[in-house]
């Protein structure tokens, strides 16, 4: 397979990193590699497959003679860098919000929407992770029937914030157990020992943009512009790994077992079973691997026809960032 | 005020502790008082007041010259004494969930349903812990409007489960800090750095027992036989306060707005304000406190009419178990 050259915009942080192991595992055929981030982060060193690779500051020449771009950045720095990515023939997959919802640009989970890559006219976008984790859950339910309504709470991890949100938490503990007091530094409040219910800024209907994604995204995603979703994101003190309780209203019927058998059936989602006994999955469970966990399938108490509630959990980091992103790499270069 | 004869069934659990506090603080005209427990724990002396009491173990001949026992005990217990504690002619308000649904037994919240406590023969029961604190936040709502249905996701404290519940997080934390392996104990997995979506145990529905409480007893504490809960309970890794993501849906319309000054106005809840510049609440704000406060509250993005979703958090020792028992004792025994 002809080699690639790429460069991973962000390269330090907690997706950047991720990313790089993921093009390891997969094999992507990298030819040249090029690690950008901020000047604070310039001059480090990362290995990539037995070889070190020096950390370049990020400037509008950095993607001369690129193939590809992955995006770890910052929407405001995805923005700044977008117009040179595209300018030097390469495809940006970027893992930030800032394109997410512009029509011509392709908001793809390869399982869901693979066919949507090929529309693409420089950048694609990686979805948001919470909305990832959730898709692959229910999209299998979703092909066999339309979803019309879903109303979701998620329970996410620190590491959603990167690195920083990890920092936190483990300070917070670490604090805590030598008898000090915790100092909250990523997030609005302390996260240790806590539940904190807002992620990303207020909207005036009263959501949050973090939560706003799950219906805007899912909708592009799923095909369904008229799908209605109601999100409530909170923070929990998890490292890795996603949940989402989740439920649903289809155009017709789905039984259980019939949703059950189709999430089985789809790849890179699974019933959890056989986890010491236990037949639903929990962040530990799904942290550091791809596959999205599906649990608790049972017919809703309120449309006891149309109603399925579920619970999911999958790791941010890995498909809901990096393996996803890297994932459209390999659907937009293939052919 | 008559002094009244208290004993209290399980003295030395959670709950039981957290009664004595109650009693303490709220003043409550104890005469005698016996604390019962079972033979492991007979012999332990607790503080009550500034005298000390020896735990007796319980048995059926206990309950004799006593006006109130209030029972923070198993289920099996709470069968096992209720007919010596009803013969001696004593109040039994009982923390279990043995008798929550029988026809003959007021399940009361005293802010939303007082008025029950009279239909009482001797037994009068304290609701779930999450009930409790979802109906203090919504019932405000409810008086403007009846509920038809409602969606909660609830995220409980280990204190949910006892002290096994706090001494399992405590020491998976202290051991995970130390570097070594986490052992669970009292949850089906590892709670530290987790969330596990399994309280009580499975129906044939495929809810959980703790997941039903919230329809059943919402049902009869509301007035609402109709009344459709879709549950999903979660455990988290949090000490103390249980959280509760709710979307409810009224008969008429009822404004955002109107549903805040609702909750601001009545007793034992208020929308949460001024938390170093939050306006929601999380579990570490509301612990040791007998306030459920809420947070969130904006109009359902699926039923623009009549959907409303919020955020509560309250402590499920305090308002959820044992101050709520003491509130019905003082009810019962008034007047």
């Not at 990539?48 to 690779?53: M, Q, T, V």
């Not at 059950?260 to 790849?267: F, G």
Request: aromatic share 4%.
């Amino acid at each position: 397979m002809k080699k690639i050259n790429v460069a991973v915009l962000g390269a330090t942080g907690c997706v950047g990193r991720e990313m790089l192991k993921v093009l390891a595992e997969r094999e992507f055929p990298v030819g040249q590699l090029r690690l950008l981030a901020s000047a604070r982060s310039a001059g480090r060193r990362i290995e990539f497959r037995g070889r070190e690779y020096t950390v370049e500051e990020a400037d509008e020449a950095s993607f001369a003679g690129m193939d590809l771009v992955l995006g770890a950045a910052s929407n405001a720095l995805a923005q700044r860098f977008a117009p040179a990515i595209v300018r030097a023939g390469a495809v940006f997959v970027d893992n930030s919000s800032a394109f997410r919802m512009r029509d011509d640009v392709p908001l793809v989970v390869p399982e869901i929407n693979a066919e949507d890559v090929k529309k693409h006219s420089g950048i694609i976008s990686n979805p948001n992770c919470s909305t990832i984790i959730t898709l692959m859950a229910v999209a299998p339910i979703a092909r066999l029937s339309p979803i019309t309504k879903m109303i979701a709470c998620t329970y996410q991890a620190v590491s959603g914030a990167g690195q920083g949100g990890l920092d936190a938490l483990e300070g917070e503990v670490s604090a805590l157990c030598a008898g000090k007091k915790a100092v909250p530094s990523q997030f609005p409040c302390q996260i240790a020992y806590n539940c904190i219910p807002q992620i990303g800024s207020r909207l005036e209907n009263g959501f949050t943009t973090e939560e706003m994604k799950m219906q805007n995204e899912g909708r592009k995603i799923l095909h369904l512009p008229e799908l209605r979703v109601n999100c409530t994101c909170v923070r929990v003190p998890v490292m890795r790994s996603h949940s989402i309780a989740v439920t649903l209203y289809t155009e017709e019927p789905v039984g259980v077992e019939a949703a059950e058998a189709a999430i089985d059936a789809a790849p890179g989602c699974a019933m959890a079973r056989g986890l010491d006994g236990r037949d639903y999955p929990t962040p530990l469970d799904t942290s550091d691997q791809d596959t999205v966990f599906v649990g608790r399938v049972r017919r809703d108490l309120i449309d006891e026809e149309r109603g399925l509630s579920l619970w999911c959990c999958g790791d941010q980091i890995r498909k809901g960032a990096a393996t996803n992103a890297v994932q459209i790499a390999e659907a937009a270069l293939k052919g």
